[in-house]
C-alpha cells in the first residue's frame, strides 16, 4: 500500500507508530501529483517544500489542498482567474492558519471555474480539471480541483466552498464525501467571496470520518467574520458510531420529480433502503418552494458578486477589469442589472422574500423529521461542452443543491453508487448546526456499503 | 406589478455594463442581451408567488451589530499593502487621474 492511499485516520495511526515519517507522506503525494497533473489538471500552484519541518496538532503531517480561492500567504492565488494570475496575498485565510496550526501541510492549490462560478470546471481560466473516473467528461464545479485531488489520491483532504452546490456536485461527481457546513460555521475570513451571504466554507474527504476530523478543527467563531457563529464546536467524531437507529428522515417528494435520471433515482431510492435496514425511519415532506429556488438563487447569487467583484479594479492588485472571463462577466452584468434602480424591487427585494419562504420550509420540515436525504445532481456527471453553449442549462445542474445555501443549512455529500463508471452522490441535509447527526448518518450508510474503497483507475 | 415580456434592450445592456465598470465589445454586448434575456425570463417564474406580508431575508443568521472595540491594532504593513499594486508611489497606490485640469 501507497502512503498516498491511506485516509486521514491511517495516516495518523500510521505516523503515530512512526511506521512512515511526515515527509514520506506528503512526498508521497507530491510524486502522485506529479504523475497525474498533467492528465488530471488539478492543481493550478505546487508547493514547493522548502525547509520541511515536523510539526505538532492534531492534524500533524496530513498534506491538504486548498481550493485556489482560500488566501495563502506568499503563494499564489488566482481564484482561477486571469484577473488573479499573479496575485500573492499578503496573509493566510482563517481557515488556512486554523489548518497549518494543527500540523498539516499545504500541496498546493486545486483549480476551479473562475471566482466559483460554474458547476463542471470549464469556466477555468486555467484549463478544466478532469474527472478521474472518466477523463472525457467533468468532475463538477466549482471545486472541481479539489474533488479530483481527493477522488485521485494526490491529497488526504482537500478545501473548498459551496455558494450553490460547489463541493456537494463535485464530491457526488467524484465518489468522494463532501461536506457543505451551516452558512456561520466556518469562517469566511481570508476566502475569495462570491455570494457573501451564501459562500459556505467546506472540504472534500475519502471517508465520513476523515470529513468530521476536520471540521473539529476548522469550525468555531471567528472575530474576523461578522458573521461567524459562536455556536460551541461539536466533537464530531465522539458519537459518529452510535448509529441511525428510529432516527426520523424525511424524504422530499419535490426533489424525485419528472426529468431526473431514473438510474440515479434507483440508487438513491436503494440507499433509503440500507438506511431502513440499519433502523432508519422514512417519512415523505414536502419543501413547497423548491422549484423557485434556483430563480431566487439567480437573483440572489449573482447580485451579492456583482458587489464582490467590483473590488477588482487593477488597481490596488490583479490585472484589469477587462480580463474576467465571460462568465463571470455574465453573472456581473445579471446582478448589477437586478440591482439597478427601477428594478431592485421587482427582482432582488422580491428574491429576498422568496428566500424567507424557502428558509421556512426547511424550518417547518425538521419539526417533523430529524433530517433529510436527497439526491445531489438530476444527472450524472456529464460530458466536457454538454452544456457549455447554454447558461441556463447549466444553472440547472445546482436544482437540488441551491435551496441549502439559500435557508443556511448544513448538508452532507456521500457517494451511494455509480451509473456506468461514473459516480452519483446524495446529500443529507440538517437543521442548522446539525453536522454531528450527520456525520453520523453518513458514516453509518458508508460503512454498510463499498462506495469508499472505490478508486478510479489511473 | 408590469410583467416583462419585452427583451432586454441593447441600451439597457450598455448601461448595465457602464454600472458595473466592464469593458464589452458589441459582440459581447449583443450576446449578453440575449443571454441574460433568456435568464431574466427563467426567473420571472417568481412572480407567480404572492408575497403579502412575507419580511424580506437578507441574511440567515440572525446577528446583527457585531462589532469590535474601536482600537487600533496591528495590520498590514504599507509595504505589504502596496505589493501588488500596479504602481505605487511613495507609499500611495497610483491611480487614474479625476480632475483633467
Known amino acids: 500500500m501507497e502512503l498516498y492511499q491511506l485516509t486521514i485516520k491511517e495516516a495518523l495511526i500510521g505516523l503515530a507508530k512512526k511506521e512512515f515519517s511526515q515527509k514520506d507522506l506528503r512526498e508521497s503525494c507530491l510524486k502522485r501529483i506529479r504523475k497525474l497533473n498533467q492528465k488530471l489538471n488539478a492543481f493550478l500552484t505546487v508547493a514547493e517544500t522548502k525547509n520541511f519541518s515536523e510539526t505538532g496538532g492534531i492534524l500533524a503531517g496530513i498534506p491538504i489542498a486548498l481550493k485556489d480561492i482560500y488566501l495563502t500567504k506568499e503563494m499564489r492565488t488566482t481564484a482561477g482567474s486571469f484577473v488573479l494570475e499573479n496575485y500573492i496575498p499578503q496573509y493566510n485565510s482563517s481557515v488556512v492558519e486554523r489548518l497549518l496550526k494543527s500540523g498539516a501541510n499545504i500541496l498546493g492549490k486545486t483549480n476551479l471555474d473562475a471566482w466559483a462560478h460554474g458547476s463542471s470546471g470549464e469556466n477555468s481560466d486555467f484549463n478544466p480539471s478532469k474527472n478521474p473516473y472518466d477523463p472525457s467528461f467533468v468532475p463538477g464545479g466549482s471545486s472541481s480541483g479539489s474533488a479530483v485531488a481527493v477522488a485521485a489520491e494526490m491529497s488526504l483532504a482537500s478545501f473548498g466552498t459551496d455558494t450553490g452546490g460547489s463541493i456537494r456536485l463535485p464530491a457526488s461527481f467524484c465518489n468522494v464525501v463532501g461536506l457543505k457546513p451551516t452558512y456561520g460555521r466556518v469562517s469566511r475570513y481570508g476566502i475569495i467571496a462570491m455570494a457573501s451571504s451564501h459562500d459556505s466554507i467546506g472540504h472534500f474527504t475519502k471517508t465520513v470520518f476523515d470529513n468530521a476530523l476536520i471540521l473539529k478543527i476548522t469550525a468555531g467563531h471567528d472575530p474576523h467574520d461578522g458573521t461567524s457563529s459562536r455556536e460551541p464546536v461539536a466533537d464530531y467524531t465522539k458519537r459518529i458510531n452510535q448509529g441511525i437507529k428510529n432516527l426520523k428522515i424525511g424524504i422530499p417528494k419535490e426533489y424525485f420529480q419528472k426529468g431526473m435520471d431514473p438510474r440515479i433515482e434507483a440508487l438513491v431510492k436503494k440507499a433509503l433502503q440500507v438506511m431502513e435496514s440499519l433502523g432508519a425511519k422514512f417519512e415523505e415532506i414536502s419543501l413547497p418552494h423548491t422549484e423557485y429556488a434556483l430563480a431566487t438563487y439567480y437573483i440572489l447569487q449573482p447580485s451579492e458578486l456583482s458587489s464582490n467583484l467590483a473590488r477588482y479594479d487593477g488597481i490596488r492588485f490583479g490585472e484589469d477589469r477587462a480580463c474576467f472571463g465571460a462568465e463571470a462577466k455574465r453573472r456581473i452584468m445579471l446582478g448589477t442589472y437586478t440591482l439597478s434602480a427601477g428594478y431592485y424591487d421587482a427582482y432582488y427585494l422580491k428574491a429576498m422574500k422568496v428566500r424567507t419562504l424557502i428558509k421556512r420550509d426547511f424550518t417547518e420540515a425538521f419539526k417533523k423529521v430529524d433530517a433529510i436525504v436527497a439526491p445531489v445532481s438530476p444527472t450524472r456527471p456529464f460530458k466536457f461542452k454538454e452544456k457549455t453553449n447554454d447558461p441556463l442549462a447549466m444553472y440547472l445542474s445546482d436544482i437540488y443543491t441551491v435551496t441549502m445555501n439559500l435557508a443556511g443549512v448544513p448538508s452532507l455529500a456521500v457517494p451511494c453508487g455509480f451509473v456506468g463508471s461514473l459516480p452519483v452522490g446524495l446529500q443529507v441535509i440538517g437543521p442548522f448546526f446539525s453536522e454531528e447527526l450527520l456525520f453520523r448518518i453518513g458514516h453509518t450508510y458508508e460503512q454498510a456499503n463499498n462506495w469508499y474503497k472505490m478508486r478510479p483507475k489511473l | ?101
Open chain 2, 1 to 101: 406589478m408590469a410583467k416583462r415580456n419585452e427583451l432586454l434592450t441593447i441600451e439597457e445592456v450598455k448601461h448595465t455594463a457602464t454600472l458595473a465598470k466592464l469593458k464589452l465589445d458589441p459582440e459581447e454586448l449583443a450576446k449578453f442581451k440575449d443571454q441574460l434575456s433568456q435568464v431574466l425570463g427563467y426567473i420571472n417564474k417568481l412572480q407567480e408567488l404572492k408575497m403579502k406580508d412575507i419580511l424580506p431575508t437578507s441574511q440567515v443568521t440572525d446577528l446583527s451589530n457585531v462589532f469590535r472595540k474601536d482600537e487600533i491594532r496591528p495590520s498590514l504593513t504599507q509595504t505589504e499593502t502596496l505589493s501588488n499594486a500596479k504602481e505605487a508611489y511613495q507609499g500611495f497606490f497610483k491611480v487614474e487621474a479625476i480632475f483633467t485640469e
